[in-house]
């Protein structure tokens, strides 16, 4: 798993970011940052923190989580044991059943997608999940930071991975009504009971229509 801070500059809030698959920091070069630190985890094929994770969370009097598509599930295993620390944590387009016919990806589409992948599946991806055409180029640009090998190789260790999870860390899940990854029936299926949800007409990338992680963190604090 690689890290990257998208930003720091001492602050005392931090937000503990976990991106989707086949996802680089350039995808979030647009975003910005008044009063948060954020620190973005990606490429999950060696799913481990680093080493010095606790000495940098230490380092602040708050902490929460956003974490967006299949790093839904991936922050809630790795995070799982702060779960009384976060100021909160919010899951957006993703669940913690990610590849179920009701409750996440159906599961003919996710086995398609991965016995079929190739650099045009892996653009054809990119460009869903987007609604406004003119984002459309700052993700297929982004999509070149990773080789294709290495973003296979990523779905493939989730084919292994993604089983439904028992415990839950998050407050809050974002869903959008335009998702045309994850349906947004079936996360409203899987959240409705469980967290406070906010369903809004954005796309998969939501990222477009939150460029502030403050914004997001407002969320991650007005369900928690």
């Not at 089983?163 to 029936?185: C, K, M, Q, W, Y």
Request: with cysteine; hydrophobic share 45%.
């Amino acid at each position: 798993m690689q890290n990257h801070w998208l930003h720091r500059a001492n602050r005392s809030r931090l937000v503990i970011f976990f991106a989707g698959w086949g996802s680089s920091p350039a995808y979030f070069t647009h975003m910005s940052a008044r009063d948060c630190d954020v620190w973005m985890f990606y490429d999950y094929r060696d799913a481990r923190l680093p080493d010095d994770f606790e000495a940098v969370l230490a380092q602040y009097s708050r902490v929460a989580v956003v974490a967006w598509s299949f790093g839904v599930w991936m922050a809630n295993r790795l995070c799982a044991h702060l779960d009384g620390r976060l100021a909160g944590a919010l899951a957006v387009n993703g669940t913690l059943n990610p590849i179920d016919d009701r409750e996440g990806i159906p599961v003919a589409i996710f086995n398609g997608t991965l016995e079929g992948l190739s650099p045009r599946g892996v653009e054809k991806f990119n460009r869903r999940m987007v609604l406004d055409q003119a984002h459309t180029l700052h993700i297929l640009q982004a999509a070149l930071h990773r080789p294709f090998d290495a973003v296979h190789d990523e779905l493939t260790c989730f084919a292994g991975l993604l089983t439904a999870s028992e415990n839950v860390i998050f407050t809050r899940a974002l869903i959008g009504h335009h998702d045309r990854i994850f349906p947004a029936i079936h996360q409203v299926a899987f959240w409705q009971e469980r967290v406070d949800t906010l369903v809004t007409g954005v796309s998969h990338f939501v990222f477009f229509d939150y460029p502030l992680w403050d914004s997001l963190i407002q969320l991650v604090e007005d369900g928690h």
